[in-house]
């Protein structure tokens, strides 16, 4: 069986039978608002899938993923913003949360979102590019481990507290009100279920990319380099810049998510992007097994259910259930839920291989 799944014919049946649960079964047995949900829950799950490469393959502690979240998300909210503001008073109009705090002026770097080419372009470089430079920044110095993840988790605090007083960006309150999603109207049914399509072929995409690079040479130096990166070095490899590859990538996913997430969610603030959020996305990946390819897919999907469900029933233990499931799974089941399937064909290993004995 574990064969099976590892073989090209393996791999092609389990993505087929993803994309039948996702697109076929998933938009005929819920209804509209429980599809919406589960839109938002595929976005964390694109997170999740980067976290996997970088921290489970790669080995860095990434606790700071809000940030480029966040970066997409307000990348998109601003097109929208300015797609809302022409739908109502023509080109160059200002949006209306700066007419409530009495920006009469349109700030200059908001004029190229009204752009659809140029937001997309951004949202996929502006994220990637920041987070090369970090990596390399970092990585060059030897960066790693405890530092890292601290830098990293400082970094997306820095990031919401500069949004917060940006009254340009919405401040506290983020952005939010959007009619518009590159000219379809939010408010039809069928453009809600379109975007529910959009972050499932999206998920898809990630994870087909994302095994990828894991089957590829490059993907056996990432592994190297978490196991022995003094070692990849006397090899003649520049370990820096194999990681900062893998913590572009996982920005570049991150920020896809972000800017799905919001015509999906229709609100993005400070307070989504911050430090909780960061380690919510963090604390998915470790229970669904970050060193497996759908592990992280898998809890992302089962934190964001829990927390929903868990909210609605008892909106002040979740707090608690969330710190009482991470400390079960460390304690109990260290390599995640995807460590259960694994376990099984250890076992089941030498019982096969003495069968014929």
């Not at 080995?59 to 929208?80: D, K, P, R």
């Not at 659809?116 to 987070?131: D, E, K, M, S």
């Amino acid at each position: 069986m574990s064969k099976f799944l590892s073989s090209r014919l393996g791999t092609w049946s389990g993505f087929a039978a993803a994309a039948l649960v996702l697109f076929g079964a998933a938009p005929l047995l819920l209804s509209g608002f429980r599809l919406g949900l589960l839109a938002q829950f595929l976005c964390y799950a694109i997170v999740a899938v980067g976290i996997g490469l970088a921290w489970g393959r790669g080995g860095m502690l990434t606790l700071g993923q809000g940030v480029y979240f966040g970066m997409g998300a307000y990348l998109m909210a601003m097109h929208m913003k300015m797609a809302d503001a022409e739908f109502r008073n023509g080109p160059g109009a200002v949006p209306d949360f700066m007419e409530l705090a009495g920006i009469r002026d349109l700030p200059a770097y908001w004029a190229p979102f009204a752009s659809p080419v140029f937001t997309i372009g951004a949202i996929l470089i502006v994220p990637t590019a920041f987070a090369v430079v970090l990596g390399f920044a970092v990585f060059k110095r030897r960066v790693k481990g405890a530092y890292f993840a601290i830098l990293s988790q400082a970094l997306a605090g820095a990031f919401a507290i500069l949004l917060i007083g940006q009254q340009s960006m919405g401040g506290f309150n983020g952005l939010s009100r959007f009619r518009y999603f590159f000219g379809y109207n939010l408010d039809d049914p069928v453009n809600q279920q379109m975007l529910y399509f959009i972050a499932a072929g999206v998920l898809l995409v990630v994870l087909a990319l994302a095994l990828q690079l894991r089957r590829s040479r490059y993907g056996e130096l990432l592994v190297a380099v978490r196991d022995g990166e003094e070692r990849v070095r006397f090899l003649g490899y520049d370990a820096a810049n194999i990681k900062v590859v893998a913590y572009a990538t996982a920005a570049l996913f991150a920020a896809v998510a972000g800017a799905i997430f919001v015509p999906v969610v229709g609100i993005i603030s400070p307070a989504s992007i911050g430090i909780v959020p960061s380690i919510m996305f963090l604390l998915g990946v470790a229970i669904g097994g970050r060193a497996s390819l759908v592990g992280p897919v898998i809890g992302a999907l089962a934190v964001a259910w829990a927390q929903t469900a868990l909210s609605e029933q008892f909106p002040s233990a979740w707090t608690y259930a969330q710190g009482l499931l991470f400390i079960t799974v460390i304690a109990l089941l260290p390599g995640g839920i995807a460590s259960i399937a694994a376990a099984n064909r250890f076992r089941k290993g030498p019982l096969t291989a003495e069968a014929p004995a």
